[in-house]
């Protein structure tokens, strides 16, 4: 199966944080997102990697209500957004806050982002996916990745670039993960040998430094490394 990755800056995360918390009750707001498929040179594997390139913030009018834990809309700016996707193949990402701060999808998610994931393989002929994300108050971030068949799948990492990186996957339950790259979390526990075990690595260069970057590297627990 084709991994499926979505990557944020940091700053990024930061202004949907701020446009999507608003008061006590859900609000949402859209991503587009360009996208591209690889293949992984360690596992044969296809990634489709989508990645965040501009906020498009939803207006107060384009919602009928809005509550603790849900919220109806218009399809209108889901509808633009795919307008404006659909020449370069780009996604579109839908995102919503949980002001009560739970990083899962409820049920009532389950029947919305049917809905709306829907218009968009209606209207567009690419089969390829689009995201649905949820944030908490604190920032934290899951989502999934929904396809033509509109079965919902987990994003297999989410990665938050910044002046610290952060990782999420399905492996790591989101309630209790500290953040990847925590100093304490590079020198003691499982969840670094976690975190370094996802990564791609390529060191550039092979002389005496590069050698024994790569050879440090695969004794802490970096298990595709590649030199260049």
């Given at each position: 199966m084709t991994r499926v990755t979505f990557t944020i800056l940091e700053e990024q995360r930061a202004l949907l944080q701020r446009s999507i918390f608003r008061d006590e009750s859900e609000y949402?707001?859209?991503?587009?997102?360009?996208?591209?498929?690889?293949?992984?040179?360690?596992?044969?594997?296809?990634?489709?990697?989508i990645v965040a390139r501009e906020i498009i913030e939803v207006p107060e009018s384009a919602f009928i209500e809005r509550s603790a834990v849900g919220f109806t809309w218009l399809t209108a700016p889901f509808y633009q957004a795919l307008k404006r996707a659909e020449p370069q193949n780009f996604a579109v990402a839908v995102i919503h806050s949980h002001p009560a701060g739970y990083l899962r999808f409820s049920s009532a998610d389950d029947i919305a982002e049917k809905e709306t994931f829907e218009i968009a393989f209606n209207r567009l002929e690419s089969d390829r996916p689009h995201l649905s994300l949820i944030m908490?108050?604190?920032?934290?971030?899951?989502?999934?990745?929904?396809?033509?068949?509109?079965?919902?799948?987990?994003?297999?990492?989410?990665?938050?670039?910044?002046?610290?990186?952060?990782?999420?996957?399905?492996?790591?339950?989101?309630?209790?993960?500290?953040?990847?790259?925590?100093r304490q979390?590079?020198?003691?526990?499982?969840?670094?040998?976690?975190?370094?075990?996802?990564?791609?690595?390529?060191?550039?260069?092979?002389?005496?430094?590069?050698?024994?970057?790569?050879?440090?590297?695969?004794?802490?627990?970096?298990?595709?490394?590649?030199?260049?």
């Open positions: 949402a707001a859209l991503l587009l997102c360009g996208r591209s498929r690889s293949r992984d040179p360690w596992t044969g594997g296809e990634e489709e990697r908490t108050p604190d920032g934290r971030l899951a989502g999934r990745a929904y396809g033509p068949n509109l079965k919902p799948r987990p994003i297999d990492m989410i990665r938050v670039l910044g002046s610290r990186w952060r990782f999420t996957y399905p492996e790591v339950n989101p309630e209790t993960a500290r953040p990847a790259f925590d979390v590079r020198a003691f526990g499982q969840q670094s040998t976690l975190d370094l075990s996802r990564l791609r690595i390529g060191v550039v260069g092979c002389g005496g430094t590069g050698s024994a970057v790569a050879a440090l590297l695969a004794r802490i627990g970096v298990r595709h490394c590649g030199t260049f």
